[in-house]
DNA sequence: TTTTGAGTTGTTCGA
DNA sequence: GTCGAACAACTCAAA
């Protein structure tokens, strides 16, 4: 038998890989290859966290690999061209693929896929990275939907596929020559300059980090998820995104993880939360599909009459930096600026918050805060990036109704009422009491200089108003009245 | 085809 | 201090 290629992408693992597990069952050699092509990307190539998750990822990878007897071949440049080479110099009789589904992926995928046929290779993509293909779940008028809870629950009358299995002895017999490969380092991931985020933000790319991830979480922390997901001060969430953003792990995996831990019988999930979480699963699910079924949207809103949206002016960009650097003079929102820019994540809870802050208190572009997120989250995720972005904009789908603006003193207060979050990334702060500690500018003079802090100096005022931004905001949107659909 | 009910995560105001 | 209403208009999805 000839041997396959396994083209890797977002689907650095070995188990539940269905184009893996199809090139094992062919008998042949088994070529595994990661191509780093971020032309391929289109405008949106991975940012600097996500390029230092990915090295990572590689070296992991190429372990993983290597305990197996086979080997990662990594290669850079356009992917066609690299595969076209790799098929010719190995005889391969196939290459096989996971799917993806933003835009820049899927036309990839084409070309490559034309390419190989022309050369009568067996060019296949196979579905592994969502539960179910986006064409396969369709509203009774054949289109997609655009309301995540009639989504949802059509997908939850659906049966999600179990994971693939992958065969004993999956690589095969031995190709007679490897071809020649980079080291993962060649590839020039890591920051240049500047510390490495990832093993600071005591994080463990990898297949073998993914699992134990889950295992984890499954066990101790679904059980709290309900309670503990919004607490930005608290471990309340999976921290799966960037593992399941690389493909570490595959939403299957963690369906049937949670699956296996409910006695459930009949209408799964029962266990309020499972379901939660699932959901959150289903959010991600809804994301790709979106994106899939409207690829415009990473830089368009999906409601076209917000494209007049009247954003304010910002000279020299001095509030969106102030927003970046976490200098807002809102705690909360600087908190997790400042935790996004010295771990490359931030807790979900606050990207709310300070999404809805740019948007509405600073009425600056989501665009701005899309790209920005993009190159600092270790799990820049473009489907969620732009469903997220877009949801907080009030322009995507589903998306918050305008009148819904975050109050950041409020939320800090209810989601971080004891201050542990705030004072772990904003400890300049730390010895005010926890009654200013949202609100430092209502601290009496006295509070403020026996705890050592200099408003305007040590931590800003707040650079907008919280009441007269809202009411701007809402001018703002109003003004779109009647106006959102073209 | 038309109608109807509903829609992730909020805030403020006034009784 | 608590509670309900208002904050609008629009789309989606199903009946």
């Not at 197996?68 to 356009?78: D, K, M």
């Not at 690389?246 to 006695?263: H, T, Y």
Request: charged share 20%; aromatic share 10%; net charge positive.
């Amino acid at each position: 038998m000839t041997p396959a290629i396994v083209w890797l992408r977002r689907d650095l693992r070995l188990r539940d890989n269905a184009a893996l597990s199809a090139a094992a069952l062919r008998g042949g050699p088994v070529v595994p290859v990661f191509i780093w092509d971020p032309q391929g990307e289109g405008a949106w190539a991975p940012g600097a966290s996500s390029r230092a998750w990915l090295h990572h990822s590689l070296v992991a990878l190429e372990a993983s690999l290597r305990e197996r007897g086979s080997r990662l071949v990594v290669a850079r440049g356009a992917s066609a061209h690299v595969l076209e080479g790799l098929a010719r110099e190995l005889g391969a009789g196939a290459v096989y693929w996971n799917r993806r589904y933003e835009p820049g992926a899927a036309v990839l995928e084409g070309i490559v896929n034309a390419a190989l046929e022309r050369r009568g290779v067996d060019a296949r993509g196979f579905c592994s990275a969502l539960l179910f293909e986006p064409p396969a779940v369709l509203n009774r008028q054949g289109g997609p939907f655009q309301v995540f809870t009639p989504f949802w629950r059509h997908c939850l009358q659906l049966p999600v596929p179990p994971p693939v299995a992958l065969p004993a002895g999956a690589f095969g017999p031995r190709v007679r020559k490897w071809p020649r490969s980079l080291e993962c380092s060649d590839l020039d991931l890591l920051p240049k300059a500047g510390r490495d985020p990832i093993p600071s933000g005591g994080w463990s790319p990898g297949e073998k980090g993914a699992s134990r991830r889950l295992r984890r979480f499954v066990a101790g922390g679904l059980k709290r998820y309900g309670r503990d997901r919004d607490r930005p001060g608290r471990d309340g969430t999976s921290l799966l995104s960037p593992h399941l953003h690389f493909g570490e792990i595959g939403p299957r995996q963690a369906w049937a993880a949670v699956k296996a831990l409910s006695a459930d019988t009949g209408v799964f999930p029962r266990d309020p939360e499972a379901a939660t979480f699932l959901r959150e699963i289903g959010w991600r699910e809804f994301a790709h599909h979106l994106l899939f079924h409207f690829p415009t949207t990473p830089s368009i809103p999906l409601r076209p009459g917000f494209s007049r949206f009247p954003w304010a002016e910002d000279k020299g960009h001095a509030m969106l930096r102030a927003w970046q650097e976490g200098r807002t003079g809102y705690p909360i929102v600087d908190a997790g600026m400042r935790q996004l820019q010295e771990s490359g994540w931030m807790h979900n809870r606050v990207r709310m918050v300070a999404a809805s802050f740019l948007v509405k208190h600073l009425r600056i572009s989501w665009i701005h805060g899309a790209r920005w997120f993009w190159n600092t989250l270790v799990d820049a995720d473009l489907a969620n990036n732009t469903l997220g972005w877009q949801w907080s904009a009030g322009c995507g789908a589903d998306a918050a109704p305008y009148f819904r603006i975050f109050a950041p003193v409020k939320q800090g207060m209810r989601w971080d009422p004891e201050g542990d979050y705030v004072r772990r990334w904003v400890p300049e702060l730390g010895p005010l009491p926890t009654r200013f500690l949202h609100a430092p500018w209502e601290a009496p003079e006295s509070v403020l200089a026996s705890a050592g802090v200099g408003l305007g100096t040590g931590y800003p005022r707040p650079i907008v108003d919280h009441g007269a931004a809202r009411a701007a905001a809402l001018g703002a949107f109003r003004s779109l009245r009647g106006n959102t659909h073209p």
